[in-house]
């Protein structure tokens, strides 16, 4: 575990250091990320001119969702996006096989080994985000409860990785994995609206199957609502079946790749 | 020797047959990737926009009702696909890698044979709108309180082919600051963002405050996104689309100034040897 630590910020100084030859790239992507916050947040409060309530959700708690599907953004892309974006071209080339050779977990290396350190500025400024909706709730959170939707975030992100990854997994059989990946960026949507204005079978798939409610949503839920410990132990269930399956699919792909021919 | 614009038009076919022959070789991409996002974009608005109607009194907010607004977010990523035609002209990728050395060669300008390519790309997405819509009235059906008018069909129609120059030039001119940065994925994506607000195809401009709406008629946004829909659905009259077509073809001309000066200036700082 140790070793594995270590290695990770290993992986974080060398892209910290690759990232800052990019310099006006690098800002490029900040103010990109901006743009993206910026945006969402209009979104709703434009929304917000005509309604005073939208899912059950009132302006000020529907902020905090804001902040939670943008924590959840930012994390991912400074910790996993750039890996899963060289991901189906590792395959294809055959490149993957200087990954199967190093003495440690392939899927590690592949899904962390770079760090963006642009995403990481972005990161404090999501959380910033979040911390002022959250002071802007009428009702004051306790620090437990903030506690408890960091982690649920943390799990909401590695949720997002899962899924995506899920996505690429098909780069092992096909040329090109653009109509799944293009199926996952359309329906990062149902990862930017809450839950609760869906009803019916597309809410239950949505917390289930193909969990886009559960990433950022329900981890609102929980500290806009009573704090519900049931909410703690689906999303933390939903995260376990994604790894186990997640886990399958990667030895099962693993066992199909034939090198540079593949 | 980087050559000027010479629109040669039996050139500029074969740019364009040619575009057609490589996207028809990927049907089912194309196919797929249109109809999810579609598909996704139009059940969200269901969902959204039905939690929004539950709340207020009345059944319309700013002349839309809740079948004309989900007809508008039915339009809206046909008419994107159709004026945004491959969302980037990859220009700055070809600056990048060198590649942009290849079409210095060819007899045509560089300018006029991306304009064909994005036009090929913009006549199948027309197509594939065509049989989208007749799918869905044919399935749902045309709401009763959306006029619909042959001249609403043309106003539209004239709207889309003035909106994919503007789009073809300023973003075309954004990517030529890829002269000088290594890498500016960042910044046509930022675009998107932008215009998917600020143009209405996020929500439409009449729910935004009136100050907002009076300052964003005289930017390029509106007429590249939510101009062309609104013409389709009947909401823009003789005057006003005169005026609208005015103050494009103004910002087409900006823009279009612009691509070339960057092109010129670029032009001198390109190595031709990638980066």
């Given at each position: 575990m140790l070793r594995y630590i270590s290695l990770y910020f290993s992986f974080v100084r060398?892209?910290?250091?690759?990232?800052?030859?990019?310099?006006?790239?690098?800002?490029?992507?900040?103010?990109?990320?901006?743009?993206y916050y910026a945006v969402n947040i209009a979104f709703f409060k434009v929304i917000y001119l005509h309604t005073e309530l939208l899912g059950g959700w009132s302006e000020a708690q529907m902020m905090v969702f804001v902040g939670c599907f943008l924590v959840v953004d930012a994390l991912n892309m400074t910790v996993f996006a750039n890996n899963l974006w060289w991901f189906p071209i590792l395959i294809n080339r055959g490149d993957l096989d200087y990954y199967l050779i190093r003495p440690v977990s392939s899927l590690f290396m592949l899904s962390l080994r770079d760090f963006a350190g642009n995403s990481l500025v972005n990161l404090v400024m999501a959380a910033a985000i979040l911390a002022w909706a959250i002071a802007g709730l009428p009702e004051p959170v306790s620090f437990l409860h903030i506690v408890t939707l960091l982690l649920l975030l943390i799990e909401g992100c590695f949720l997002y990785y899962m899924v995506h990854l899920l996505t690429l997994i098909p780069a092992f059989w096909m040329q090109s994995t653009r109509g799944p990946d293009q199926l996952f960026f359309n329906m990062i949507q149902f990862m930017e609206r809450p839950h609760t204005i869906f009803s019916g079978w597309i809410r239950k798939i949505l917390l289930t199957v193909l969990p886009f409610g559960v990433?950022?949503?329900?981890?609102?839920?929980?500290?806009?609502?009573e704090h519900s410990v049931y909410l703690i132990v689906h999303i933390s269930l939903v995260c376990l079946a994604f790894f186990l399956l997640?886990?399958?699919f990667w030895k099962y792909a693993l066992a199909s790749y034939s090198s540079a021919s593949s | 020797m980087i050559k000027k614009f010479?629109?040669?038009?039996?050139?500029?076919?074969?740019?364009?047959?040619?575009?057609?022959?490589?996207?028809?070789?990927?049907?089912?991409?194309?196919?797929?990737?249109?109809?999810?996002?579609?598909?996704?974009?139009?059940?969200v608005a269901f969902f959204l926009w039905k939690a929004v109607f539950l709340q207020i009194q009345g059944d319309s907010i700013h002349g839309f009702t809740f079948s004309s607004i989900v007809l508008y977010y039915l339009f809206m990523p046909l008419s994107n696909k159709l004026v945004r035609g491959p969302e980037m002209s990859f220009i700055a990728s070809e600056i990048y890698d060198g590649s942009l050395n290849r079409y210095l060669i060819f007899p045509v300008s560089y300018f006029a044979y991306k304009l064909a390519s994005h036009l090929a790309y913009s006549f199948v997405s027309l197509f594939q709108a065509l049989l989208l819509t007749i799918l869905y009235i044919t399935v749902i059906g045309w709401p009763s309180e959306v006029p619909f008018h042959s001249s609403s069909l043309l106003f539209s129609l004239g709207a889309v082919v003035c909106s994919i120059f503007l789009y073809y030039t300023l973003s075309g001119a954004i990517e030529q600051i890829a002269f000088w940065a290594d890498n500016v994925w960042s910044l046509l994506v930022m675009q998107r963002f932008v215009l998917n607000l600020l143009g209405g195809a996020l929500i439409p401009l009449a729910f935004f405050p009136t100050w907002a709406q009076e300052l964003l008629r005289y930017t390029p946004f509106p007429y590249m996104v939510a101009f062309p829909v609104r013409c389709l659905m009947?909401?823009?009259?003789?005057?006003?689309?005169?005026?609208?077509?005015?103050?494009l073809c103004l910002?087409?001309?900006?823009?279009?100034?612009?691509?070339?000066?960057?092109?010129?200036?670029?032009?001198?700082?390109?190595?031709?040897?990638?980066?």
């Amino acid at each position: 575990m140790l070793r594995y630590i270590s290695l990770y910020f290993s992986f974080v100084r060398f892209s910290l250091g690759k990232a800052m030859e990019f310099r006006l790239d690098f800002f490029f992507r900040i103010f990109m990320d901006l743009a993206y916050y910026a945006v969402n947040i209009a979104f709703f409060k434009v929304i917000y001119l005509h309604t005073e309530l939208l899912g059950g959700w009132s302006e000020a708690q529907m902020m905090v969702f804001v902040g939670c599907f943008l924590v959840v953004d930012a994390l991912n892309m400074t910790v996993f996006a750039n890996n899963l974006w060289w991901f189906p071209i590792l395959i294809n080339r055959g490149d993957l096989d200087y990954y199967l050779i190093r003495p440690v977990s392939s899927l590690f290396m592949l899904s962390l080994r770079d760090f963006a350190g642009n995403s990481l500025v972005n990161l404090v400024m999501a959380a910033a985000i979040l911390a002022w909706a959250i002071a802007g709730l009428p009702e004051p959170v306790s620090f437990l409860h903030i506690v408890t939707l960091l982690l649920l975030l943390i799990e909401g992100c590695f949720l997002y990785y899962m899924v995506h990854l899920l996505t690429l997994i098909p780069a092992f059989w096909m040329q090109s994995t653009r109509g799944p990946d293009q199926l996952f960026f359309n329906m990062i949507q149902f990862m930017e609206r809450p839950h609760t204005i869906f009803s019916g079978w597309i809410r239950k798939i949505l917390l289930t199957v193909l969990p886009f409610g559960v990433m950022a949503s329900l981890p609102a839920e929980y500290l806009l609502g009573e704090h519900s410990v049931y909410l703690i132990v689906h999303i933390s269930l939903v995260c376990l079946a994604f790894f186990l399956l997640l886990l399958f699919f990667w030895k099962y792909a693993l066992a199909s790749y034939s090198s540079a021919s593949s | 020797m980087i050559k000027k614009f010479e629109p040669n038009p039996r050139y500029l076919w074969s740019v364009f047959t040619l575009e057609l022959r490589k996207l028809m070789s990927y049907r089912v991409d194309f196919w797929t990737s249109t109809l999810l996002s579609v598909l996704c974009q139009i059940v969200v608005a269901f969902f959204l926009w039905k939690a929004v109607f539950l709340q207020i009194q009345g059944d319309s907010i700013h002349g839309f009702t809740f079948s004309s607004i989900v007809l508008y977010y039915l339009f809206m990523p046909l008419s994107n696909k159709l004026v945004r035609g491959p969302e980037m002209s990859f220009i700055a990728s070809e600056i990048y890698d060198g590649s942009l050395n290849r079409y210095l060669i060819f007899p045509v300008s560089y300018f006029a044979y991306k304009l064909a390519s994005h036009l090929a790309y913009s006549f199948v997405s027309l197509f594939q709108a065509l049989l989208l819509t007749i799918l869905y009235i044919t399935v749902i059906g045309w709401p009763s309180e959306v006029p619909f008018h042959s001249s609403s069909l043309l106003f539209s129609l004239g709207a889309v082919v003035c909106s994919i120059f503007l789009y073809y030039t300023l973003s075309g001119a954004i990517e030529q600051i890829a002269f000088w940065a290594d890498n500016v994925w960042s910044l046509l994506v930022m675009q998107r963002f932008v215009l998917n607000l600020l143009g209405g195809a996020l929500i439409p401009l009449a729910f935004f405050p009136t100050w907002a709406q009076e300052l964003l008629r005289y930017t390029p946004f509106p007429y590249m996104v939510a101009f062309p829909v609104r013409c389709l659905m009947g909401q823009v009259g003789l005057q006003e689309w005169a005026l609208s077509i005015l103050i494009l073809c103004l910002w087409s001309a900006v823009a279009t100034v612009l691509w070339f000066w960057l092109w010129r200036k670029g032009s001198y700082q390109y190595a031709g040897v990638g980066i």
